[in-house]
Every structure is written in C-alpha cells, then in structure tokens.
C-alpha cells in the first residue's frame, strides 16, 4: 500500500528549532523529486521546500536560510530541518512525493501525507 507519513510537528517559541519526517513507500520514494508544502489558517497551500533524487534543493524566499531539506534514500526518508522560526512559519505541513523537478519548476506528485501541525507561539 502505497503510504505518505509525516511526522514531527509540534509547539516551540519563536527562535526555536523543529524537524519533520516524511517517510514514503519505496515505490513512490526512489528516483523520485518531493517536496514540502505548508498551510496557514484561511490562506491557501504553498510550496516551501523541494529536493530532486539527486539532492538538489530549492526553497521559498520567506525560509531560505532557515530550513534545510535533505533526504536520506536507504530509509525511504526526507527531512525539513527547521530553525529560527517565526510565528508566522504556523501552518500544517504536508510531504508531497513523486514530484517532478524541471526548469526551476516543482510539479507536485500525486502522493501527500496527512500533514503535521507546527505551531511557533510564546
């Protein structure tokens, strides 16, 4: 069964530091771009964070210098180091797999997890 699941969300202070797990199936994972989106309350989906199978990133302006997306491939796995957070990097945020990175460009594959809640609140 074809899975996405994320994890690692949660409630830290501004300046503070969190990571998110994205596991995916093997079938979906290997060779295959994905990315991170995030959704604030009344605002729509946006892309924050993408990597290709070969380890290439590219990130929204409002994070860069922030977040680091990395994938480790022998666990199926890619990660959103997040640091330095605001309140307004608040939203639910989604893995989507099977992306297609081209020309600068992320297509979003029709894979996504559940999302995970990350709250930056003092």
């Known amino acids: 069964q074809v899975q996405v699941v994320e994890s690692g969300g949660g409630l830290v202070k501004p300046g503070g530091s969190l990571r998110l797990s994205c596991a995916a199936s093997?079938?979906?994972?290997?060779?295959?771009?994905m990315g991170w989106y995030r959704q604030a309350p009344g605002k729509q989906r946006e892309l924050v964070a993408i990597i290709t199978s070969g380890g290439i990133t590219n990130y929204a302006d409002s994070v860069k210098g922030r977040f680091t997306m990395s994938r480790d491939n022998a666990k199926n796995t890619v990660y959103l180091q997040m640091s330095s957070l605001k309140p307004e990097d608040t939203a639910v945020y989604y893995c989507n797999a099977k992306g297609l990175y081209s020309g600068g460009i992320y297509y979003s594959g029709g894979y996504w997890g559940q999302g995970t809640q990350v709250t930056v609140s003092s």
């Open positions: 093997g079938s979906i994972f290997s060779g295959n771009a």
